[in-house]
């Protein structure tokens, strides 16, 4: 993981009756990373619609999704990824789901 790197945009080629685990392999020989590693989401709205795990079918992903693959330490059992999102602070003190903004991250 290098957070330095920034957010690339890939083509990729994977089966269409695959799996994301499938899509997450082929990404993973182009991008240079295990494919392991890799965690797909659908961004809807600035947030997580969904979190596909390897298992989910590729069909799933329909053609005006928004799909993000992000990379994640999955060598240590005892880490947690959290989602994290991004909001505007305004001066009222309710909570405002529309103050999003950006793509959320893993």
Known sequence: LDPLKPPTQFKVTAP?????????????KLA??????????DVYNHRFH?????????????????????ETDNTDPNNV??????REKKNCS????SN???QPLL
Not at 32 to 41: E, H, I
Not at 54 to 59: E, F, T
Not at 81 to 86: G, I, M, R
């Open 16 to 28: 269409k009756n695959g799996s994301m685990g499938d899509l997450c392999i082929a990404l993973g």
């Open 50 to 70: 969904k979190i596909y795990t390897n298992d989910d079918q590729l069909s799933h992903i329909l053609d005006r999704d928004d799909i993000f693959v992000y």
């Open 100 to 102: 999003l903004f950006g």
């Open 32 to 41: 240079n990373v295990p494919g392991d590693s890799l965690v797909v989401a």
């Open 81 to 86: 990824t959290v989602p994290v999102y991004l």
């Open 94 to 97: 309710s909570y405002a789901p």
